[in-house]
């Protein structure tokens, strides 16, 4: 019998949505394939760029309000699994790891990413930075490590969902998306979920649109994965990245838009894109504090505690499983 290894069956899933994705109508393919080395770079890149606030407002409620953050997750609660969802390098969440750590509160963490690039790093780093660290990795789809975890373990679970990841869906996904996380949770299990705020439009858009073309490059880094892993035919100069900000619906959306008659051949698949014509590539939804609220009543959560930056463009939600 013939077995697909982890990277062939990473390779036949990126081709699948790839595929499924360019046949839609408008076209779209999904961010998640941002991410390789190269695309884990470029996005160090965009967080250090002035006008990307995001990674800053939330790294100064991690940084002054870390102690508040580990005592309402570990207070009186015992021994738990620390579920990291996007861990990133770590460089938030670490605070909080420390804190816990000279706090002497018993945890795993458990870090979940779809780059391998990414648990390689912190397997590799985070022992040296956090001497007593006890790690169990995990390499793939939040959901599927998700019900593994929740089958295979009895501890209570300690849900950290950072960086406002949950922003990059539509707010229909978003509902499904935190459904679904609260059916992989029992009774009493914890998230702590970053979002996104609504603010001046003109911030938002600066955010997502840099001068030094960094998210244009991260944008056009999906193709050059699809040439390098996929054996894709097409070619990129004929494709440009476009931001847009709708402050109505609070979504910043970014495209990949063809400057000139194109077309991108997978295999013997062919979808052809005219002047003009555009592919959704990514989603960061921004949201108010009565929106978040409501999110978490509609899914079964209760929400117990909130923590902001200091200009509230942020916002670190606590919310129990009931």
Known sequence: MFVLTEKENIIAQFTQDVIAGLSMTPKRLPSKYFYDAKGDGLFRDIMACKDYYVTRCE???????????????????????????????????????????????????????????????????????????QISSRHGDYHQMLKALSSGSDSRKVILNLGANVGNMPSEQCYKFIGDLRNSLSKGDIVLMGFDLVKDPKIIRAAYDDDEG?????????????????????????????????????????????????????????????????????????????????????????????????????????????
């Open 59 to 133: 790294m100064e409620i991690f940084t002054e309000q870390t102690e508040k953050i580990a005592r309402a997750i570990s207070t009186g609660r015992g021994e738990f699994d620390l579920i990291e969802l996007g861990p990133g390098d770590c460089s938030k969440s670490k605070h909080l790891l420390q804190a816990l750590l000279n706090n002497g509160v018993r945890f795993n963490y458990v870090p979940i990413d779809i780059s391998y690039d990414v648990i390689q790093g912190i397997e590799s780093n985070l022992p040296g930075d956090l001497p007593g660290i």
């Open 214 to 322: 960094i998210t244009r490059e991260f944008n056009l880094n999906l193709l050059r994965r699809m040439s390098n892993e996929l054996e894709a035919d097409l070619d990129i100069s004929k494709f440009e990245h476009y931001c847009s900000y709708d402050p109505v619906t609070g979504a910043c959306k970014s495209y990949l838009v063809a400057v000139g008659d194109t077309s991108i051949d997978i295999g013997a698949e062919r979808f052809k894109l005219s002047r003009y014509e555009s592919i959704w590539t990514e989603i960061s939804q921004k949201y108010t504090l009565a929106q978040i609220e409501d999110i978490a009543l509609a899914n079964a959560f209760q929400p117990i505690n909130l923590f902001t930056d200091s200009r509230e463009w942020f916002a670190d939600v606590l919310w129990e499983a009931k």
